[in-house]
């Protein structure tokens, strides 16, 4: 089946109203042919319904009836659509700023990001708070959109100094691949297929960069990471003895006869073997789900780390953490929390509150007492135990947290550490 | 190229081995809600894969309307007796008895959304704090939305504005008293992915999934099966058709699709250039444009 064997690609979208985020995520999903005519019935009448003379493909993604109502998307959704190359996950996220919290989750898992520009204004404040954001959450891609060239005139002249500025803005991000391209979302221009209204254009479409772009590099295939999710003792007559750890690999690349150490026993064994479902695995990295079994019998449990003997990560209980607060409660110092990393759950305390981030300037703001709603900040937080940590810029997995209220068990924030 | 690329199903594979995971280590109670359909057969292999070689830790629970496919009850019995997997089963008819509930009446009547009390009362009942469903992003605009770890309030109710945020991997499934989890670890799949999946694993299906001879009606613009639980509306035929079901609910309102595909790679073929939805054929998603919003709120599937 030619279906089989592609690979995955997550991406996620932001954007404000009248961007044309909806109708470039409609024109994605029409003009690869993941429309099904049902769907496309329901859009045709609601776009009737509505008074309108065109058929309406941004309301392909409308979802909730608070949404409908009020003309706005105001959570995350996520749409599918495969083309024969890859399969794709797109994480539509709202673009205002108080749906940062919303756009940081998109960002979360995401390979890619389209980052999308109205060609008649130009950068705005919300171009620099999605291009913070894609960086901030070290998404490795961005595919900048110029939208709306119809409405230009197709004009190079207003595309080169959109693609400046931007430039000139993203000098001081961390995004190691940015493309740019100029496109028309509402009638199709370089989204899937080439305009012919833009022949100084020599660049590709967004799909071919999509179906194209490489992301197979962008795992840490160096530091070798696996939390332990659970332990797996059979206690049947076949299995009287076995004890595998089950988990997903975090980094790196293990290999069965592999010297390894756990944490935080710090007791050295070698992997005996890999496998999932009975079937043996030579070779397991990011982001399979394995069982491993050791030689030595070492009594590791959930929340403990098995990693390369030479290799180890940071272990610790001070964290500094860039977090996006996300509860409408405000947070201080002194305040006591959860924290969940990878398979790991402590009490912990806010120690210090360092700066804010003016998300629009990049400029700091020191001297802070508290840090509210969609802030992005700098905090010092000390763990209740020892936890075993990367940098979230070597390893998104072992580098991130969420943060969880003690009393009402809500995720509050979601920190990358430093 | 290098060689660390994994396929698009072994990384929905791994993803949802992983939700299943830490639903085991996370709770007290979980289990699967187990319909018998195609999805809840992908979420079942899939527990077995993560645990191996030991059994499920969980049990299924079945919500039987009475109304079932009889395939479908023997396909269940089949699965886990070959498991080795406790089941437990709540009956609508148990709660209509008992006046918890009231039957609908007239030629559309359904069962469907009876089933919401009967699937609360029984989650309650064994104190089950997670139960995982076979609920795909992809099936319907209100499911787009769901989290992984979907939070339901003591009423077993979801609030679709004030759902957790769900970063990385990192699942929080904390949680007062009362309160549970929904959790759907094949969010992520499609319905072609779930057909790929079953082929390549080599799952079986209850027969209904491919093409077979059945008497059947058409009800606005929908192919019912005939069957004791459906009042014939006048002027409607029973037929016999050659059909197959892309979905696997309440014969009642199930719809079924014209079809010849007998085998996988027919229904594969047939999917990749099918022009409706899978739910297109469904009834209880036809009774408004907000009808899963506002079945999901009250606590269904």
């Given at each position: 089946m030619e279906y089989q064997d592609i690979e995955l690609l997550r991406f996620t979208t932001a954007g404000s109203v009248d961007d044309g985020k909806s109708t470039l995520i409609g024109r994605l999903l029409y003009d690869s042919k993941s429309i099904f005519q049902d769907q496309l019935q329901a859009v045709e009448e609601s776009s009737r319904s509505k008074g309108y003379d065109y058929v309406d493909l941004s309301l392909l993604t409308d979802g909730l009836k608070s949404e409908r109502e009020q003309g706005i998307t105001i959570d995350v959704a996520y749409r599918y659509f495969a083309t024969p190359k890859r399969k794709f996950i797109i994480a539509d996220t709202p673009g205002?700023?108080?749906y940062t919290r919303n756009m940081v989750t998109g960002a979360s898992t995401a390979n890619l990001a389209i980052i999308l520009i109205d060609a008649r204004k130009g950068m705005m404040e919300q171009t620099h708070r999605h291009a913070f954001i894609a960086s901030l959450l070290r998404i490795p891609h961005a595919i900048v959109c110029i939208n709306k060239m119809d409405l230009v005139d197709y004009s190079e002249h207003i595309y080169n100094d959109i693609v400046s500025s931007f430039k000139a803005f993203s000098s001081k991000l961390s995004i190691k691949d940015i493309q740019f391209i100029p496109i028309s979302a509402l009638h199709g221009d370089n989204v899937v297929n080439r305009s012919?209204?833009?022949?100084w254009y020599a660049g590709s479409t967004l799909m071919y960069h999509l179906e194209n772009v490489h992301i197979s590099s962008d795992l840490n295939l160096v530091d070798c990471r696996f939390a332990i999710q659970s332990v797996i003792r059979p206690h049947t007559f076949d299995y009287q003895d076995y004890r595998g750890f089950a988990g997903r690999i975090d980094g790196g690349v293990f290999k069965p006869g592999d010297r390894v150490k756990s944490l935080p026993s710090g007791f050295i064994s070698t992997i005996k073997t890999i496998e999932l479902n009975g079937e043996e695995i030579l070779e397991a990295f990011s982001p399979m789900s394995v069982t491993i079994t050791l030689e030595d019998d070492i009594d590791n449990s959930r929340g403990d780390m098995i990693v390369r003997e030479n290799n180890v990560p940071n272990i610790g209980q001070d964290l500094e953490v860039l977090v996006s607060w996300m509860s409408t409660k405000p947070i201080q110092t002194r305040t006591k929390v959860i924290i969940k990393h990878t398979t790991n759950v402590c009490v912990a305390i806010?120690?210090?509150?360092k700066y804010k981030i003016d998300i629009n300037t990049l400029h700091r703001i020191e001297g802070i007492d508290q840090v509210e709603m969609n802030d992005i900040a700098r905090m010092s937080i000390r763990t209740s135990k020892p936890i075993f940590y990367d940098s979230y810029k070597r390893n998104r997995q072992t580098g991130s947290v969420i943060i969880i209220d003690e009393?009402?068990?809500?995720?509050?924030g979601a920190g990358m550490i430093i | 190229m290098s060689n660390y690329v994994i396929s698009h199903l072994k990384e929905l594979e791994s993803e949802a081995i992983y939700v299943i995971r830490e639903v085991a280590a996370q709770f007290e109670n979980p289990a699967i809600l187990f319909s018998g359909g195609k999805d809840s057969i992908v979420l079942t292999h899939l527990a077995k894969k993560a645990f191996f070689p030991a059994k499920i830790p969980f049990p299924l629970i079945h919500i039987d309307t009475g109304h079932n496919f009889p395939e479908t009850i023997a396909f269940r019995d089949a699965l886990v007796e070959n498991l080795g997997v406790r089941l437990i089963v709540g009956l609508v008819q148990e709660a209509i008895d008992k006046g918890r509930v009231r039957e609908e009446n007239g030629a559309d009547a359904s069962r469907n959304s009876l089933q919401i009390v009967t699937l609360l009362d029984t989650l309650e009942t064994y104190k089950v704090d997670a139960a995982m469903g076979g609920a795909r992003r992809d099936e319907e605009k209100a499911r787009a939305k769901e989290r992984f770890f979907s939070h339901r309030d003591e009423f077993g109710q979801w609030d679709p504005k004030n759902q957790r945020p769900e970063l990385w991997n990192l699942f929080n499934g904390r949680q007062n008293y009362g309160e549970h989890f929904r959790v759907f670890p094949i969010s992520n799949w499609t319905e072609m992915d779930v057909w790929e999946y079953i082929k390549q694993e080599n799952i079986d299906l209850p027969s209904l999934y491919f093409s077979h001879q059945r008497d059947c009606v058409q009800r606005d613009g929908a192919i019912l099966a005939n069957s004791d639980y459906i009042k014939l509306k006048e002027n409607e035929k029973v037929m016999p058709m050659t059909v197959r079901y892309r979905t696997c609910g309440d014969m009642t309102i199930t719809g079924a699709v014209e079809s010849t595909a007998d085998s996988l790679d027919k229904i594969i073929k047939e999917i990749a250039t099918t022009?409706?939805?899978?739910?297109?054929?469904?009834a209880d998603d036809k009774r408004a444009v907000t009808a899963m919003e506002d079945r999901k709120k009250q606590g269904y599937f």
């Open positions: 205002h700023i108080q012919k209204n833009m022949d806010i120690k210090e509150l009393q009402t068990n809500e995720t509050i | 022009r409706t939805t899978e739910r297109g054929g469904r």
